[in-house]
Structure formats: structure tokens, C-alpha cells
């Protein structure tokens, strides 16, 4: 169990290096990340963009032992970068000084992309001061409203990365406003569905309950006066979200209000893919690129 994110970067450093392709890299503040995660020794870097702005900064922030590949503009990048990983000569993949939508279109690009036939999504994870575990939660930036299909893909997207990230039958709560299965509202249909589905095998393995309202998936004394008999409550490992709503005012208020700490990867393609922000700190970049890392095919 991994308890916070010490322990995950601490179990990335027991691991052998995973080789990273950083598309369009040269930006101080990504390629410091990634110096300081090279130092640790869960990553070797390839750093692919604009190679004499990559050697420039590498010399302002004494960052040594890269690999650049030079490329003549942000496209050609992505793509070289994108191809690393496809043909198995990196095993994760990260954004650097890079609009988003050219990022993702890689990706997802039919011809040299990392397309799977699953849904992209984004697994999200907070360190929470008053919860005994880190918490992985999905999906909360990527996909607006899921059908129930999408929510297949999403969960199947979660529960593969956490096996690799150690996880057996994780605890996992469908949230929905409440506890009762109710025609009219679509969430708790789509929870019961996907218990089903992982009771068919149809999704990875792990000890699902929906739907399932926040304070019964989180507080045994709610789940017993509503009479609700559960394996999970109060010890959770996957959260799956009705919307992108219910994710993000959820996160975001974990770490306005609670001191939260979180990290987040992009599943569902050939390798996980870190899609930070320039407003991450060198933390939260640092521990997304040790979850990429041990989420990546053993």
C-alpha cells in the first residue's frame, strides 16, 4: 500500500529506469522536473525539441547525462517523441513547451499514434492529510460527461495502472449522489451496470461497489445507519466519477481547503503520458512523472 508520495517515488526508485520521451522539452521549468527526477534514478530522460535551446538550458540548470533528439519545430516533436514510445525505445511519454491539443492529437494520430481502441482519461491522485492511503481518482479532466461505455474504458484505463502500480483488487466506489438505483438518474443506473460488467469479467478485477454515495463510500458509521452492508467503506482506492463536474469540484477543493497534495498521468494509450500545466509545481511534475513510471507495462 502506498500511503503518500514519498512511498511512490520511493517505490519508482526501487524500480529499473524507465526511459522518457518529453515532447517539445526545451522549457526551464519542465526540463528542471525532469533533471531532478533523472537524479533520483527512476528515469532516463530524452529530451526531443529545439536542441540548442535544450543544450542551453540544460547548461543554465546543470542538467548533464540527456539524450536530445533535435527536431525543427513542435510538430515534428511531438511525432518524433510519440514514435519513441510507439516503437519501444522510451516507455512513457510527457508534454513539455506544448499546446495541449497538438500533444493529444499525437497521441491520438491513426498513423504513428499510441491509440489502444480504449478511451483517453486522465487518473488523477491525492495525498489527503486526513486519509490513510493515497486515493486515485477518475475521471476528472478529461472526458465532460461519460456514457456508460466511456466509464468502462475509464475504470479499465485506472484499474491497469494500478495493478502495475502494485494494486490487487483495488476497493473501488462508483459515486452517485446516493446509494439507491434510480431509472431517473443515469449515474446510479451506470454504477450498477459496471459492477455487473466487473462481476462478467468484462472489466480488471477489483472489489466494486455502486452506486455509492460519498459518505457511505467513506465513513462506516453512515454505511451502517443506512444499512448499507459494504466491503470498501471507509477504506478506498478508486474513486470513479459520474462527470467531470463531480471530479474536478471534488479535487480542487481538496487541495483549496484540506492542503491536498495530487499528481496526474493520461491513460488509455500505448504507455501513460504526463500532461502537466505550467502552473504545476516541480512537485506535483516530479511525482506524475514516478506514477507514469510504475504505471508503464512491467
Known amino acids: 500500500m502506498l500511503k503518500n508520495f514519498q512511498d511512490l517515488v ?137 456514457g456508460l461505455a466511456q466509464k468502462k474504458d475509464i475504470m479499465t484505463n485506472a484499474l491497469l495502472a494500478m495493478k502495475n502500480l502494485g494494486l490487487e483488487n483495488p476497493k473501488t466506489a462508483i459515486l452517485t449522489a446516493n446509494e439507491m438505483l434510480d431509472p431517473k438518474v443515469q449515474s446510479t443506473v451506470d454504477a450498477a451496470a459496471l459492477v455487473e460488467m466487473v462481476q462478467k469479467g468484462e472489466i480488471p478485477p477489483c472489489i466494486a461497489e455502486g452506486p455509492i454515495s460519498f459518505d457511505v463510500a467513506f465513513d462506516p458509521h453512515a454505511a451502517a445507519h443506512k444499512g448499507v452492508d459494504s466491503r470498501i467503506s471507509g477504506d478506498v482506492d478508486l474513486l470513479i466519477f459520474p462527470n467531470i463536474e463531480a471530479g474536478n469540484l471534488l479535487g480542487k477543493s481538496w487541495l483549496h481547503f484540506m492542503g491536498a497534495k495530487w499528481a496526474g498521468i493520461i491513460l488509455g494509450a500505448a504507455a501513460p503520458a504526463v500532461l502537466g500545466s505550467r502552473s504545476d509545481t516541480p512537485e506535483i511534475k516530479i511525482n506524475s512523472i514516478a506514477m507514469a513510471c510504475l504505471a508503464a507495462d512491467q
Open 10 to 146: 520511493e517505490r519508482a526508485r526501487s524500480m529499473p529506469p524507465r526511459t522518457m520521451a518529453v515532447a517539445v522539452a526545451h522549457d526551464e521549468a519542465v526540463m528542471t522536473a525532469v533533471r531532478d527526477a533523472a537524479a533520483l534514478g527512476f528515469v532516463r530522460p530524452v529530451l526531443v525539441g529545439d536542441g540548442a535551446k535544450i543544450d542551453a538550458i540544460a547548461k543554465d540548470i546543470g542538467f548533464t547525462g540527456y539524450e536530445a533528439v533535435d527536431c525543427a519545430d513542435d510538430q515534428q516533436a511531438v511525432e518524433t517523441a510519440v514514435r519513441l514510445v510507439r516503437d519501444k525505445k522510451a516507455d512513457v511519454l510527457m508534454k513539455g513547451l506544448v499546446n495541449t491539443s497538438v500533444y493529444m492529437r499525437g497521441i491520438l494520430n491513426k498513423e504513428w499514434g499510441l491509440r489502444t481502441g480504449r478511451l483517453l482519461s486522465l487518473m488523477a491522485v491525492y495525498e489527503l492529510p486526513q486519509y490513510h492511503k493515497l486515493l486515485y481518482c477518475s475521471d476528472s479532466g478529461v472526458n465532460v460527461a461519460p
